[in-house]
């Protein structure tokens, strides 16, 4: 086992990045009086997290290594498209929302988009990247074994799992005659929610390369954290609410549609 003061240092440093790093986008959010980008950056800083590390632990070379490429080959490429999404379609309607009720109780707008926002998310992002951080600090052992290439191809398969799921989401949304439609085939045919999937896919893959070290098995709690996150407080459980007033067929898909885990739906005979 490292030393508790390496531990120390590695988490305090990354839990200090975290709070500068939100303490800089609410500054640019208040500006731009606009929160919605903060999505992409949970991608991206989840990213961070696993490059910080890499230059601060003094782990097992290979593990370190695993970890770098497959967390940011995945935050990359989802931050990248959630910041497209926003600049294609404007402000998420929930953050609108949930930022114009603060207001109406007597909040400004900086004060409504630090507390709602930006100070709840900076821990939760330490606490979720912990798998790329307590997974790079130990130095043994020194190879990646057969639970950390299990992990590795958890991880990649959920990258593309979740790739696909918003690929055929955007080409769903670009036809015009698919407009208060809804999409469920691909993927979306067996589960709601693709993008979390794929998620939980890739954290509990970094989660299991970090497992082979004493130190990582501790890191379960960022995951465990993650899938609470999205099976409670997520957009998820907001915007099918909403959806299935405002969007014809969406509550017969709910209930034919696994919410997470992919499964073949329902029969329209089991539906009620």
């Not at 918003?166 to 691909?186: E, T």
């Not at 045919?189 to 004493?214: K, S």
Request: aromatic content about 14%; charged content about 15%.
């Amino acid at each position: 086992m490292p030393e508790l003061q390496d531990i120390a240092i590695v988490l305090g440093a990354n839990f200090a990045i975290c709070v500068v790093c939100f303490i800089a986008l609410w500054t640019v959010a208040c500006a731009i009086r606009d929160v919605t980008f903060v999505d992409a950056f949970w991608a991206i800083g989840l990213a961070l997290m696993a490059v910080t590390t890499f230059f601060l632990a003094d782990g097992a070379e290979a593990r370190q290594q695993l970890m770098l490429v497959v967390a940011v080959v995945w935050g990359l490429r989802l931050g990248l498209y959630i910041l497209w999404r926003w600049r294609s379609h404007g402000p998420d309607r929930r953050y609108v929302k949930m930022l114009a009720r603060a207001q109406e109780k007597g909040a400004s707008f900086p004060k409504a988009a630090w507390t709602n926002v930006f100070a709840l998310q900076a821990p939760l992002m330490w606490v979720v990247s912990l798998p790329v951080q307590l997974g790079q600090i130990s130095d043994q052992p020194t190879s990646i074994g057969m639970v950390g290439w299990i992990g590795a191809g958890l991880a990649v398969f959920g990258i593309l799992f979740e790739s696909l799921g918003d690929w055929q989401l955007v080409r769903f949304k670009a036809d015009p005659a698919n407009q208060d439609k809804v999409l469920s085939s691909g993927l979306w045919r067996y589960t709601r929610h693709p993008n979390y999937f794929g998620d939980l896919c890739v954290w509990f893959g970094l989660f299991l390369i970090a497992a082979e070290t004493t130190l990582g098995l501790f890191s379960i709690v960022g995951w465990l954290v993650l899938l609470v996150l999205f099976l409670k407080y997520s957009g998820g459980p907001s915007y099918e609410k909403r959806l299935t007033y405002h969007r014809p067929g969406y509550a017969d898909y709910i209930a034919r549609t696994s919410s997470l885990v992919p499964w073949p739906p329902k029969a329209t005979s089991d539906v009620k």
